[in-house]
């Protein structure tokens, strides 16, 4: 208890959730008193509760319109990060609305953790869902509440399983426009644990923050062939030209437009593969001792325990 005191504490939103789980466990690791604030227990997350308990995480059960219980709650921490999914991005009001009030909060972390929305513009369907994120940043920085900003890119676990589908028997690999558009992924275990760091460092106060490790810096292409050494098969590469995703954008419905815009902008156009600026904080940078996990070592584990498809409502 007595490491424990001079750590800061830490409070999750959506610690439930796919990134939300990764959040946690790291907290924990790196010895934060952790505290999550979730919807009340439904009996597919029981498991999941008792096994945060277990390691000491304090679980409050509410709503984010209970306003008064989650000012109580932020009273007794130092650090807020919410991980919330997508649809609930709006949300974060809430919770900016108890930051201001408890008044004590030394750093939030507001759900983002892919691309740096204020340096990129995507096609209309996924533009619209970044720009909900866009307001939310407005309105911390309106509020004058400290913060950072992640952009931990492509996360890897995530995007490299749709991309390559490790737990089928197939012999056809999906590739958007050339894939040679060479994209970053960062696993979710080092998104959690470099979050974990970068909300306790002072360097990182009201600053954007972008992961973007060179070892994980790949196009679709070389991922394939990285794939391929390692299993030992061939795969039939099934080129789906640009204007075909482009398509897919404008007439498919939600969230599958979404979903084909996002594709366009970052495995088609390459988006996020841009040049770092001189005063960019990139996070490898800021922790050149931390061991990343790189693509390779990724696919190592995929050779072991093939995940199985996600559901991670990005």
């Known amino acids: 208890m007595d490491k424990e005191a001079n750590k800061s504490k830490i409070i999750i939103f959506g610690g439930t959730g796919y990134l939300g789980t990764y959040m946690v466990k790291a907290s924990i690791k790196l010895g934060?008193?952790?505290?999550?604030?979730a919807r009340p227990i439904t009996p597919h997350k029981i498991d999941l509760h008792n096994e945060f308990r277990s390691l000491?995480?304090?679980?409050?059960?509410?709503?984010?319109?209970?306003?008064?219980?989650?000012?109580?709650v932020l009273r007794r921490v130092d650090i807020v990060i919410s991980t919330l999914p997508f649809p609930q991005v709006p949300?974060?009001?809430?919770?900016?609305?108890?930051?201001?009030?408890?008044?004590?909060?030394?750093?939030?972390?507001?759900s983002e953790f892919g691309i740096e929305e204020d340096r990129l513009s995507f096609?209309?369907?996924?533009?619209?869902?970044?720009?909900?994120?866009?307001?939310?940043?407005?309105?911390?920085?309106?509020?004058?509440?400290?913060?950072?900003?992640?952009?931990?890119?492509m996360c890897a676990a995530y995007f490299v399983n749709q991309l390559l589908r490790p737990h089928e028997e197939h012999e056809d690999?999906?590739?958007?426009?050339?894939?040679e558009a060479k994209v970053p992924f960062t696993y979710e275990e080092d998104v959690a644990e470099y979050t974990i760091h970068v909300a306790n460092d002072s360097r990182t106060c009201n600053r954007i923050v972008l992961y973007r490790m060179a070892k994980n810096v790949l196009s679709q292409i070389e991922l394939i062939s990285m794939w391929e050494k390692k299993t030992g098969r061939s795969f039939k590469r099934t080129h789906v030209p640009e204007e075909e995703v482009v398509k897919?954008?404008?007439?498919?419905?939600?969230?599958?437009?979404?979903?084909?815009s996002l594709i366009h902008g970052i495995f088609v156009k390459g988006d996020l593969n841009y040049d770092l600026q001189e005063n960019d904080l990139e996070i490898s940078s800021l922790y050149?001792?931390?061991?990343?996990?790189?693509?390779?070592?990724?696919?190592d584990i995929f050779l072991?325990?093939?995940?199985?498809?996600?559901?991670a409502a990005f």
């Open 32 to 37: 934060h008193p952790t505290f999550v604030y």
């Open 56 to 72: 000491g995480v304090t679980v409050v059960e509410g709503e984010l319109v209970e306003h008064e219980k989650m000012v109580a």
């Open 91 to 110: 949300d974060q009001i809430h919770i900016i609305e108890a930051i201001k009030v408890a008044g004590n909060i030394k750093r939030f972390i507001p």
């Open 123 to 153: 096609l209309p369907p996924f533009e619209a869902c970044l720009d909900k994120k866009r307001k939310i940043r407005r309105a911390v920085e309106a509020c004058g509440i400290p913060y950072t900003y992640v952009s931990a890119n």
């Open 173 to 179: 690999i999906i590739v958007y426009g050339s894939g």
């Open 248 to 260: 897919l954008a404008e007439r498919s419905p939600f969230p599958d437009n979404v979903r084909a």
């Open 288 to 299: 050149p001792d931390y061991k990343y996990t790189t693509i390779d070592r990724l696919l």
């Open 304 to 311: 072991v325990d093939p995940p199985r498809p996600a559901l």
